[in-house]
């Protein structure tokens, strides 16, 4: 099948695959589970993208590996604890849906087909590099896989801690201030950014300029369209002020030293 042919199709089907989601839920009104299909979807296509090039075996690898590696720790985070662990939605889109009202689920239908897009978008720097015949790896490619693999890392470890702020009943209702979290208020945000920083440096030398791409649209995503905003709008409303001293306190993404806020009132 020609390239294009194959693109084409591959495009079809994720569109459908996640029409198909936005079709559930609209009856569960819960649509957490985008996330997680996201996440798989970009490690699909990476991985194939993996198996079936042309480049070299040692540049394959490297996209399995990276495609493969952080499609697999992502999806299982987010099906253990936002999907299969937690019966309600998440703060993100119950924020939307609320923001949206009457013309939710038309809405949700583009987010959803946005989604498929950004999936393919996110799974160009995998066939490049799957394509790419350079036989060893590139200094610029080992630190990139590098710093992918220490952000793999910060945002495990940001995740546990937030795990182990909400297990705890005695911090039930309060903001986490736990490990990176004392730091920055989206740490997960910031180790996911880095992350797509190392792999675009990995990608670099068989995508060039294209490599930039995937970085800048998550900076852009997380930041400022679907990641920080919601989530800061549902966490202000379910705690109040002390997130809204949480917020004069602690930078919104890159983690960096406290502030002192303004004495919290009698």
């Not at 949206?100 to 799974?123: E, K, M, S």
């Not at 004392?182 to 300029?209: D, K, Q, V």
Request: with cysteine; hydrophobic share 50%; net charge positive.
């Amino acid at each position: 099948m020609p390239p294009q042919a194959t693109l084409a199709a591959t495009a079809a089907a994720i569109a459908a695959a996640f029409a198909a989601l936005w079709w559930r839920q609209r009856r569960t009104r819960n649509a957490t589970s985008v996330d997680a299909a996201w996440a798989i979807a970009i490690g699909l296509l990476g991985t194939a993208a993996a198996a079936g090039g042309d480049g070299s075996v040692v540049q394959r690898l490297l996209a399995f590996a990276l495609a493969g590696g952080w499609s697999a720790r992502l999806a299982f985070h987010l099906l253990r604890h936002r999907v299969l662990g937690e019966v309600r939605e998440d703060g993100r889109y119950r924020a939307l849906r609320e923001h949206w009202g009457p013309r939710a689920d038309r809405n949700f239908f583009w987010f959803y087909q946005g989604q498929a897009v950004a999936a393919l978008v996110f799974a160009l720097p995998f066939w490049f590099l799957a394509g790419h015949r350079h036989d060893g790896l590139a200094a610029v490619q080992l630190a990139g896989l590098g710093l992918a693999a220490l952000a793999q890392a910060g945002e495990a470890q940001a995740d546990r801690q937030l795990a182990a702020h909400r297990a705890d009943p005695a911090e039930r209702g309060r903001t986490c201030r736990r490990g990176f979290w004392r730091y920055s208020r989206h740490p997960n945000y910031f180790f996911e950014w880095l992350t797509w920083c190392g792999i675009g440096l990995t990608a670099l030398p068989a995508a060039g300029a294209w490599a930039l791409l995937q970085p800048v649209v998550m900076f852009v995503l997380v930041r400022y369209v679907s990641g920080v905003p919601f989530t800061e709008l549902q966490a202000a409303k379910s705690r109040g002020e002390d997130y809204r001293r949480y917020q004069q306190e602690t930078s919104a993404f890159v983690p960096w030293w406290p502030r002192r806020g303004p004495e919290p009132s009698a």
